[in-house]
């Protein structure tokens, strides 16, 4: 007669314990190789309007260091007039252009700045790829009469050394920022202490 004695059902339970171990990892091995991840990793970028050193509403790249400290770095410094005959502020623009960054960013869609046009206005959007006749998604619209590829070499221009214009497609005129090498390029500068 077989008893349940704790130390057989210990015996029985390792080997059992240890296959479904191994299954689990094969699993999560071969949706990793598939390029799938059951965790999402924490984001280490975030974009926000905040206002420069001088004032200038400006859109920032927020990372943690390594060390956990929070660094931004300067994307855009909304300096244009542009809007402000109609009530549109530098600071509107930098509001609702920080969070197109940061929509963009969470779902996985910002890897290119690049050049559009919605609604027979020139823009700056993103793109998630570089192949030539995708929609990009409005970063915002331009002043009209401004060359975008003039807009984009400016925020090149605007942090000297942080990257070259990369100008690729079917179509010469066109340019793909690549983002994360753009950012990795940028100084950071640590977040000022808030006022009280």
Known sequence: MMTNNPDNIKVKLIPVLGATIGALAGIVAILQFCGITLIKPPESVTFICGVSLDGVPTTFARELTNGGIP????????????????????????????????DYNKQGLLDYITTGKEKGFDTICVAKDEEHGRPCLLLWTLKPGTNPKLVVNQLLSDHQ????????????????????????????????????
């Open 71 to 102: 660094k931004r770095k300067s994307v855009i410094r909304w300096v244009s007039d542009f809007g402000d005959k109609v009530g549109y502020t530098p600071q509107q623009r930098c509001e609702e252009v920080s969070n197109r960054f940061q």
């Open 161 to 196: 050394g942080t990257g070259s214009l990369e100008e690729r497609g079917s179509n010469a005129s066109e340019i793909y920022i690549d983002v994360k090498k753009f950012l990795s390029k940028l100084p950071a500068e640590e977040i000022p202490a808030e006022k009280n």
